[in-house]
Each structure stands twice: as C-alpha cells, then as structure tokens.
C-alpha cells in the first residue's frame, strides 16, 4: 500500500486584485474578479496516510489539526471540525466516489485564518490531491474543478498551485486560472505582515458593495501586463478591496497608516485582508524590514518568497 503523502500547502498573495460589482443575473452574486496570484513558500504542512480496513477496526477517518510549534502567529483551531475546508474536501470526494476513503490525517497550520492568504483553500486542495494519489482517483482537471466550485473561489487557484502552476492571472469569479505572464525577476521576495486579528472575506465584499458604486470596470489586460513587466520597485500593485476590508477591521487601517510610515516599499493587503505584505528587492532586504515590523509595532512579520 501507498505510503503516507505529505504536503506543503502555500499561503497566496494576490498580488494584484481588480473586483467588479456581481453581475445583475449571477445567483449568487458573487464579485467578478482579475487577480494576478502567487504562492508562497509560507505553508501549512498536511499528511494524509491510508487506513485499512481489518477486523479489529472498522477502518475510520480521524482527523488531527494543531497550529505548528514554528506557525508566526499562535493561533487555536476554533471553528468545528465540520467547517474545515480541507474536512470538507474529504468529505466531497467520498461522495463523488460513492465509497468511504479512510484516512488519518494530520493538519499542521501556520497560515493564519481570514489573513487573505488562501490558507483554508490551500488545505482543501491538498486534500483533493492526496486522495486522488493514495486512492488512485484518476482525478482530472474538470472533476478537480467541479470539486473546488463546491469549496471555495480560491480553491481553483490552489489546485493549479499544487500541480507546479505557482503565479497565476485568475479570473471569473476565481474560477478561471491561466499561467501569468513570466516577468524577468523570479521568485519575488516579500515581507508579510501578520496582524492579530482577521478581516471577514464575505464582510468585506458587502462593504465594498457600499463604497464602490461608481468603480471603474475591471481589466485583466492591464494584470497581464503588470505581471509581465513587474520589477521589485515597481509602485502599481494595487487591491481594490482595501478600503472595504479597512472598513470592516479598523485596526487594519491604522496598522496600514504605521506600516506605510516605516516601509520604503508600498505596503498592499493580501485578499480580503487582514494579512499585508510589501516587495523587496532581496531576502536580506526583506528580513530587515521584517525585524523592523516587528520591534516598532509588535506585529508578527516575516521574510518570505514566491515558489
Ligand atoms: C478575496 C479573495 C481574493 O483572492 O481571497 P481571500 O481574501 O478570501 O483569501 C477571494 O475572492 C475570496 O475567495 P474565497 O476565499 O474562496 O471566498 P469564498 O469562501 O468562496 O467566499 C466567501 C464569501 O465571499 C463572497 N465572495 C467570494 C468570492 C467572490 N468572487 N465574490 C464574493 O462575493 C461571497 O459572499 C462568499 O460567500
Ligand atoms: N483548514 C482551514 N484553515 C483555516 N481556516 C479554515 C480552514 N477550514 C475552514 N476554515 C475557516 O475559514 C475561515 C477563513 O479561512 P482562510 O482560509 O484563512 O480564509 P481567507 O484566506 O479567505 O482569509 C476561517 O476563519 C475558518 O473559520
């Protein structure tokens, strides 16, 4: 039998993050978006191992999540385990397959939760992934899709993560991912910021509902372009849900107020928030700013960089 499959499960950035008004005749109402997304090699690490049915035991899931002795931010794992993402990727492709897939998994995180760093999505992909191995699922790209439109918009972008596409232009609701443009300077080094509170992504769409009546249609064009002439200084990273998620969390804009006083660089809000992140030119660039992050403002802060 296959042995236990371990994974990293990267953090994202949304690098940039244009989002249009939801289209009048979408149920669901969620929010067009044009994003130029990228992993990191922040992540949360998860272990999937099969179990096999014999007659002492009857072959059950079971299911260990626990924040990593080196995760930034100590957090506790406080929503129920039938909330999880990743949970419910188990979950989901039990019942596609219509047959029990016994696992023991264990679950170590460090991306913090509602950060805008994908860490959630990130997992259920993992999920996804490490079935369709240790069960030989023959999973292929539309069922995989099919899977993360049930789970989650991010849940498409981690997916391709996962299969080696690591900075993406993602468009439609999330759902349409293509590889981004190559620009000249790979991997981009950064330092992210890890305040101690969240910003609510369902929240923080409604607020901008509020603010931006008037906005601008999204162009996915102008995200190419970005990505493929993007250079460490360049200043035109954007996020057009900045002042909605500073809307929702208060804190987040005075923690972008302190930051922008000690940062040469911009510093952009990952997603939804509450996770922030500025480019460097350097590792060493980055951890320096990183140290300074955390003496002046006592926020977690670390040196990071795309994969
Ligand atoms: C904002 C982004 C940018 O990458 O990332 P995060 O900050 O969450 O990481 C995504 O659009 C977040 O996608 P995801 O995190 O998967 O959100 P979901 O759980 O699917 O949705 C939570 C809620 O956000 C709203 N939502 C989500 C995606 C979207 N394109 N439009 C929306 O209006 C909906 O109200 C939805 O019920
Ligand atoms: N495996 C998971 N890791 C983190 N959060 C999860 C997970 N599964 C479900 N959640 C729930 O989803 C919420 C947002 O998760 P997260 O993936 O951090 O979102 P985002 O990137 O949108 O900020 C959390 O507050 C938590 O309640």
Not at 105 to 117: F, S, W, Y
Not at 203 to 220: E, M
Not at 289 to 294: E, G, H, M, N, P
Request: charged share 20%.
């Amino acid at each position: 039998m296959a042995g236990p499959v371990t994974l990293d499960c990267p953090a994202k950035v949304n690098l940039a993050l244009a989002v249009d008004p939801p289209q009048p005749n979408d149920p669901r109402r969620l929010h067009p978006i044009a994003s130029w997304m990228a992993a990191l090699s922040f992540a949360d690490t998860l272990t999937v191992e099969r179990v096999v049915p014999d007659s002492e035991s009857p072959g059950e899931s079971s299911f260990e999540l626990a924040y990593a002795p080196d995760a930034p931010v100590p957090g506790a794992i406080d929503w129920a385990l039938e909330d999880d993402l990743m949970f419910r990727a188990h979950a989901l492709v039990e019942q596609r397959m219509g047959r029990p897939l016994a696992v023991r998994v264990e679950l170590q995180k460090r991306i913090p939760t509602g950060a805008g760093l994908g860490g959630g999505s990130s997992d259920a992909a993992g999920m996804i992934v490490a079935l369709d191995r240790l069960f030989e699922l023959g999973l292929n790209a539309s069922d995989q899709s099919a899977l993360a439109a049930e789970l989650g918009s991010d849940v498409h972008f981690a997916l391709g993560v996962l299969a080696g596409q690591t900075s993406s232009i993602v468009t439609g609701t999330g759902d349409q991912v293509e590889p981004a443009p190559c620009s000249a300077t790979w991997p981009i080094h950064l330092v992210l910021i890890l305040p101690p509170f969240g910003c609510p992504t369902g929240a923080v769409y409604a607020a901008f509902d509020r603010l931006n009546a008037s906005k601008s249609p999204i162009n996915a064009d102008d995200i190419r372009e970005l990505a493929r002439g993007f250079t460490p200084g360049n200043r035109e990273l954007f996020n057009d849900l900045t002042a909605a998620a500073a809307d929702v969390q208060p804190r987040l804009k005075s923690l972008l107020e302190d930051l922008g006083r000690l940062s040469p660089r911009p510093v952009h809000v990952t997603g939804s928030g509450a996770a922030c992140f500025a480019v460097t030119d350097s590792a060493d660039d980055a951890e320096g700013l990183a140290q300074v992050i955390r003496d002046e403002l006592n926020v977690a802060a670390l040196s990071t960089q795309t994969i």
